[in-house]
């Protein structure tokens, strides 16, 4: 008889899987510089998406996932964390679509990008234009 507890994951073809798992892989890359750039860029517009969004009810992004050609969702702590991760692993994480998002508060991100570009015009056009025609105090019209 072994006194030992049994390990409940002795079987289980998952075990020892994690974010962690295949970091001294030596078929993986190290992001380039290039790519090292992109992401940083693509974490400083999340930080200005979420900024904008947040606010009106947007939780996240969704994106196409290019392996199982499904949406998935993203809150924006998840993809900052993915990002990051990216960034300091030089590979992406293991992810699953989300559990039965609401896809009302979720946007693309050529949606946020777009969003994002239209309010910066608006308000260039403001700073180049702050008193428009017509309102009290002006010497138009």
Known sequence: MNDEPIDPFKDDPTAGLSDDAGDDDPSLDPLTEVERQDVLEDLADLEV?????????????????????EPHYFDWDLLRGNLRHLLTSGRPRVHEPAYDPDPDHYVTWEYAKGYADGVHDTLADEADDPEPPGRPGSSGS
Request: glycine letters at 14%.
């Open 49 to 69: 998406y979420q900024a904008l969004l947040g606010p009106v009810g947007i939780r996240g992004l969704v994106i196409e996932c290019e392996d199982c050609h």
